[in-house]
């Protein structure tokens, strides 16, 4: 059973980088051919996914967020990490961390972190 846990601050300030932590259990980050991905979900609105690592490191992003985002990893803590800059209360948000797979075309998302609150105020 793969356990995925965030950490970071619940609170940010305005034009400050966010920066948040998911340490993963059960399994290793680095295992063939999972993605590791960040997904947010603001009051009111759905589900925004928000860009991965893979087991080999390679990152993609969100083309939205792409000038904002940076997703790295620390293989030997098991962890990967995410960093969003320059944030304002729009990026106020429930973040959750994901394990991703392809079968086909088709993307999954097995295993969820249970969320972290994000508020951006100051």
């Known amino acids: 059973q793969v356990h995925l846990q965030e950490s970071g601050p619940g609170l940010v300030n305005p034009s400050q980088t966010l920066s948040l932590t998911c340490t993963v259990s059960g399994g290793s980050i680095t295992t063939k051919y999972y993605y590791w991905s960040w997904i947010r979900q603001s009051p009111g609105k759905g589900l925004e996914w928000m860009g991965a690592i893979t087991y080999s490191g390679i990152t993609y992003y969100s083309p939205s967020l792409k000038s904002r985002t940076s997703i790295s990893r620390d293989t030997s803590k098991n962890q990967f990490t995410l960093q969003l800059s320059s944030v304002t209360p729009e990026d106020t948000a429930v973040y959750y961390c994901?394990?991703?797979?392809?079968?086909?075309?088709?993307?999954?998302?097995?295993?969820w972190g249970q969320g972290t609150q994000v508020t951006v105020s100051s």
């Open positions: 994901a394990r991703e797979f392809a079968q086909g075309s088709e993307w999954y998302d097995d295993y």
